[in-house]
């Protein structure tokens, strides 16, 4: 990736590192609440039809809220077929406050009954049938994929996108598009780990707005662009 002077600063860059750059930030995030998604599989919530619900749960909703919301689902019911025996409105209570909780607890029923009825109960680790529910794109489809079945495929949120981004590891102007050069830049051995890592790093080090520069494990490779102010 490209190196150099930003302008206004003396500092010259070291190529930038993916292998070590993640080996230090696995380290400098691990006093942090891990990303939801692989809480839950810690938890032991990592089946693919579970990680995909949990995902869906987690849509426009904070980690701090969708985390408990979908172990309170998963302890009620934990299989598509017991999700699929409630009605709406049970789901509905179970998964408030996650945003958008009346429309999510439809496309939960639906997409638990889809499972019992068309694949017998057991979610297939195949991104078309996943992608074919209401409700799920890339994103979630690929984390289910990568965290419950071992799939290496790449999950793209803001913080990925904005990280990469201020790295100069990609320069995009959408997490879509961000998706798009990973998958030709990133190797496949860090596709489920990007999301991993970088979801507590861009909540709590590099951070959207001031990131904390002075403590970031991996200043001297980082291109910092856009960052106007940091601490």
Same mark, same amino acid.
């Given at each position: !990736?490209?190196?150099?002077?930003?302008?206004?600063?003396?500092?010259?860059?070291?190529?930038?590192?993916?292998?070590?750059?993640?080996?230090?930030?696995?380290?400098?995030?691990?006093?942090?609440?891990?990303?939801? !998604?692989?809480?839950?599989?810690?938890?032991?919530? $990592?089946?693919?039809?579970?990680?995909?619900?949990?995902?869906?749960? @987690?849509?426009?909703?904070?980690?701090?809220?969708?985390?408990? %919301? @979908?172990?309170? &689902?998963?302890?009620?019911?934990?299989?598509?077929?017991?999700?699929?025996?409630?009605?709406?409105?049970?789901?509905?209570?179970?998964?408030?406050? @996650?945003?958008?909780?009346?429309?999510?607890?439809?496309?939960? $029923?639906?997409?638990?009954?889809?499972?019992?009825?068309?694949?017998?109960?057991? &979610?297939?680790?195949?991104?078309?049938?996943?992608? @074919?529910?209401?409700?799920?794109?890339?994103?979630?489809?690929?984390?289910?994929?990568?965290?419950?079945?071992?799939?290496?495929?790449?999950?793209?949120? %803001?913080?990925?996108?904005?990280?990469?981004?201020?790295?100069?590891?990609?320069?995009?102007?959408?997490?879509? $598009?961000?998706?798009?050069?990973?998958?030709?830049?990133?190797?496949?051995?860090? $596709?489920?780990?990007?999301?991993?890592?970088?979801?507590?790093?861009?909540?709590? %080090?590099?951070?959207?707005?001031?990131?904390?520069?002075?403590?970031?494990?991996? &200043?001297?490779?980082?291109?910092?662009?856009?960052?106007?102010?940091?601490?």
């Amino acid at each position: !990736m490209a190196t150099g002077k930003r302008p206004g600063d003396e500092t010259i860059k070291r190529p930038f590192g993916v292998d070590v750059a993640l080996a230090r930030i696995r380290t400098a995030v691990a006093p942090y609440p891990k990303a939801a !998604m692989f809480a839950l599989a810690e938890e032991g919530y $990592r089946t693919p039809f579970q990680q995909l619900i949990a995902c869906l749960i @987690s849509i426009r909703t904070r980690d701090e809220e969708s985390l408990p %919301i @979908s172990r309170r &689902l998963f302890q009620a019911a934990p299989t598509p077929a017991a999700i699929a025996a409630l009605a709406t409105e049970q789901i509905d209570a179970l998964i408030r406050p @996650s945003t958008f909780h009346e429309r999510k607890a439809v496309q939960i $029923r639906d997409i638990a009954r889809r499972v019992v009825n068309e694949f017998g109960g057991d &979610l297939p680790c195949d991104e078309e049938v996943m992608r @074919s529910f209401a409700g799920v794109g890339i994103k979630c489809a690929h984390l289910a994929l990568g965290i419950a079945c071992g799939v290496p495929v790449i999950s793209v949120d %803001i913080h990925v996108h904005r990280v990469t981004n201020r790295w100069g590891y990609v320069s995009t102007t959408s997490p879509e $598009r961000t998706h798009d050069v990973l998958a030709g830049a990133l190797p496949e051995r860090h $596709r489920v780990a990007i999301n991993e890592l970088l979801v507590p790093f861009g909540k709590h %080090i590099c951070t959207g707005v001031a990131p904390r520069c002075s403590t970031c494990p991996v &200043l001297e490779m980082c291109q910092q662009v856009g960052v106007t102010s940091h601490r």
